[in-house]
Each structure stands twice: as structure tokens, then as C-alpha cells.
């Protein structure tokens, strides 16, 4: 079957409705694109769990600083639309920037406690920008699932706790980080990485197993374990943005670390902001 690309918030809609009216159940897996084997295996996991899959590919201005990447955030949308075919997708939403948001756009989403700490701290309105394009996403494909990845531990809580607090009728699923075969997590910003760069990006990986197997044998000071993890990012070169240990659930830090737990980075390499979480 082809896939349908739809460019406009109308054409997305009618899509979404003529899929329910067939019965069919609908998947969405939300993208800023430049797709990597993490977003294809979201797109795997929205397949096991809808008939017809959607994939949105749409770099938000909204979550974007004013100092941040937008601009120079990696698009190619020929390439994403090939391996969205490849994947399986039944239609991809690749809007550009004024079908989603009239020049006056007013109405914002903000989850007032999940997002106020770590990437919310660091980058004010983050949140609030990927709330409303999340929420208006799921009104343009009006998913029975929704697929996102525990690569952004942050985003999936916020989102959770958005789909829990406005009764959006969908599941929310989180799917598991996908690395590439040292340990680095997949993200399309790694693209920016030089050669240097990129085996110091090595460090949020290692940093986080440190966490790990400080808590392996049993609860201990979250101070300690952060200094651990710092102590390996420094010995990678890279800038700490953050690195926390926090409760899996409220996201507050805690004051003793322990497992179930999740240990939180998000550092600079070079100029490239990387993040990296894990469960302990
Ligand atoms: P992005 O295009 O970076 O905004 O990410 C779109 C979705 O893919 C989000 O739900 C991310 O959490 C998810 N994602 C990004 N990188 C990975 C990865 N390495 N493994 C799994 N999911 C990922």
C-alpha cells in the first residue's frame, strides 16, 4: 500500500478520520526527523500495537530557544520519507512551520511539575513548546497510541502526565533507547559530532553505567554518585548541563541513590548539547 505524505493540518485530519471510520486503529510516533534507528524502532513498536501507523516529521520552533538550534537543527526530508516507506509508515505528517501555528497562535500547554526541573530548567519553555505540538498533534492524527522514546525520560513523563491531566482518549507507550554499539545513544544531533567529538560523546554512556554499579551493591549518597558521574564526564572533555539522580515517577531528586532509580545527563560536546538517561 502507499504511503500517504499530508502537508496540511486539513488534509491530516481527514486522513485520521477516514482511518477510524474504517476501523482501523491509529499510531502516531512524533519526530523532528533526520530519523536514526531510534525513531524506526518506535515506528516498529507503533506497528505491533495500531493498523496504520502515522509518523510526524516536524522541527517545532515553539520548544526551540532563541540561543538554540533551530536553524541548524539536521532536516532531510526525501531520506525520512524513504525510510518511513521502508518502516511500514501508512502516512507521514510533514507540515511546514505556518500550518502549524497562525502567526497570532496564543493557546500554549504548560505541565506545571514533571518539566520545571533538569531540560526544563536548563531550557525554559522547552516543555511548554512540546506540550502544545504534542497536544495538537494527537488533535490532527487522533492516535488510539502514541509511540516515544525513554531517550527523552523527561518528555515522556511530561507528556504522561499531559495525556493523564486533559483525558487525552489515547496510550501512551515508551519505548527503550536505542544505541549505537559502543553505548552512545542515537540522536540526530549527533550528526554535529567531529571525529574527537564523537569518542568523547562516549562519556554520558559510561557516566550513567558508573551510577549504575554505585548502586548495584545497595542505596547510597545521590551526592556521591553525581560526583562519579561527573568526575567521568570531565575525564571526556565534555560540559556538564546536568547530571542528576532522581525518583523514577516525581523526577525530584533524591538524597539517596538507589535502584529504580534514574540517573539524568545532559552535557555539551563542544557545541553539540547531548542527553542520556538510564534506569538503575
Ligand atoms: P526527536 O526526533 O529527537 O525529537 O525524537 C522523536 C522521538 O524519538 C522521541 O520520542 C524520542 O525520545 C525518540 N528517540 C530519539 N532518539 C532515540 C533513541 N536513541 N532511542 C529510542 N528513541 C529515541
Redesign the pocket.
Known amino acids: 500500500m502507499s504511503m500517504s505524505v499530508l502537508k496540511s493540518a486539513e488534509e491530516m485530519q481527514r486522513w485520521a478520520l477516514e482511518q477510524r471510520g474504517a476501523g482501523k486503529r491509529i499510531g502516531l510516533?512524533?519526530?523532528?526527523?533526520?530519523?536514526?534507528?531510534?525513531?524506526l524502532?518506535?515506528i516498529a513498536e507503533a506497528k505491533k500495537r495500531a493498523d496504520a501507523v502515522v509518523v510526524s516529521i516536524f522541527v517545532n520552533p515553539v520548544q526551540f530557544g532563541p540561543n538554540e538550534d533551530f536553524a541548524k537543527y539536521p532536516r532531510d526530508e526525501a531520506r525520512d520519507l524513504k525510510l518511513c516507506r521502508e518502516a511500514g509508515a501508512a502516512a507521514v505528517f510533514v507540515p511546514p512551520v505556518p500550518a502549524m501555528y497562525a502567526p497570532d497562535a496564543s493557546v500554549f500547554i504548560t505541565e506545571e511539575r514533571l518539566g520545571s526541573g533538569l531540560c526544563g530548567a536548563r531550557r525554559p519553555g522547552h516543555f511548554r513548546g512540546v506540550c502544545t505540538v504534542v497536544a495538537k498533534l494527537f488533535n490532527l492524527t487522533l492516535p488510539h497510541v502514541a509511540?516515544?522514546?525513554?531517550?527523552?525520560y523527561q518528555?515522556?513523563a511530561v507528556i504522561r502526565r499531559m495525556v493523564r491531566d486533559l483525558n487525552f482518549p489515547l496510550e501512551i507507550v515508551v519505548?527503550?533507547?536505542?544505541?549505537e554499539a559502543d553505548g552512545l545513544?542515537?540522536?540526530?544531533?549527533n550528526v554535529f559530532l567531529s571525529g574527537d567529538e564523537r569518542a568523547r560523546a562516549l562519556g554520558l554512556s559510561r557516566a550513567l553505567r558508573v551510577a549504575a554499579d554505585a548502586v548495584a551493591a545497595g542505596p547510597c549518597a545521590a551526592d556521591a554518585v553525581r560526583r562519579r558521574m561527573s568526575k567521568e564526564l570531565e575525564k571526556h572533555a565534555l560540559k556538564i548541563d546536568y547530571a542528576e539522580i532522581v525518583d523514577a515517577e516525581t523526577l525530584e531528586p533524591v538524597g539517596d541513590a538507589r535502584q529504580g532509580n534514574v540517573a539524568l545527563i545532559a552535557a555539551y560536546c563542544g557545541k553539540t548539547r547531548l542527553i542520556d538517561n538510564r534506569v538503575l
Open positions: 510516533v512524533p519526530t523532528m526527523g533526520y530519523l536514526h534507528e531510534g525513531h524502532s518506535l509511540v516515544f522514546g525513554q531517550k527523552d518528555q515522556a519505548a527503550p533507547i536505542v544505541r545513544a542515537m540522536s540526530s544531533r
